[in-house]
């Protein structure tokens, strides 16, 4: 069964730092998104992405975030300097029809500032 | 904003027995809900939808009811087996295919 791809699968950064988090969606989709799960929280929602531009996005993502689809195969998630806060489980996800039969995620990468 | 709530955050019961999962969202407008499991370790992963237009889907030893009057929505795990032990989700979405607001979970155990 097709994957969503998540690297890495954990990561540790100081504060301050630029990360980026990387994610290969199932070939056949066009809709990319990113959530967080703040430990013991609920997922939210980050940003999405269609025809090579952010479709939505949240409060939470603000000039710190931006979301690039290098290729034909990644998206990538881009923290630019890194807060305490920003300490999560992110989660790619992908869909081919947009809200229909909800998305795929992958497995996430847990992201701990230091 | 959107609020999506579940009334019980853990829930245990014994291998084959019936369980139910609620769910409470607060957004008239909200058209189409998800239930979503996580697994240790993994990301969310679709279960089965409803759209606001219906009342009752089943699957595969699932079922989702949704009650508008009430904005209730539950899910059904019929013979409850180990392998449904995870946490689940309910999650809305208001005519936007961008974005799902996710409920706080519930944690499901399946005591064999």
């Known amino acids: 069964e097709p994957e969503v791809t998540q690297t890495p699968s954990h990561q540790v950064t100081q504060m301050g730092q630029e990360v980026i988090l990387r994610c290969v969606p199932i070939?056949?989709?066009?809709?990319f998104y990113w959530y967080r799960q703040i430990l013991g929280q609920k997922v939210e929602f980050l940003v999405s992405?269609?025809?090579?531009?952010?479709?939505?996005k949240s409060e939470i993502f603000d000039d710190q975030f931006s979301v690039e689809r290098p290729d034909g195969s990644n998206f990538t998630l881009k923290i630019r300097s890194t807060k305490l806060e920003d300490s999560a489980m992110y989660f790619c996800?992908?869909?081919?029809?947009?809200?229909?039969?909800?998305?795929?995620f992958g497995s996430g990468t847990r992201l701990t500032v230091v | 904003g959107e609020s999506v709530g579940l009334h019980l955050p853990t829930l245990s019961v014994q291998e084959g027995d019936n369980s139910i999962i609620n769910c409470a969202y607060s957004n008239s407008a909200s058209d189409y809900f998800i239930w979503y499991k996580q697994e240790s370790g993994k990301g969310p992963q679709f279960i089965i939808d409803i759209r606001s237009n219906m009342d009752k889907r089943q699957g595969q030893r699932v079922t989702v009811l949704l009650n508008k009057t009430v904005k209730h929505l539950s899910l059904q795990i019929a013979a409850t087996q180990p392998g449904d032990s995870a946490v689940y989700f309910c999650a809305e979405n208001i005519n936007n295919f961008n974005k799902f607001y996710f409920g706080s979970g519930t944690k499901l155990n399946v005591k064999p």
């Open positions: 996800a992908s869909s081919r029809q947009g809200r229909d039969y909800g998305y795929t």
């Open positions: 992405f269609y025809n090579n531009e952010i479709s939505e």
């Open positions: 070939s056949n989709h066009l809709y």
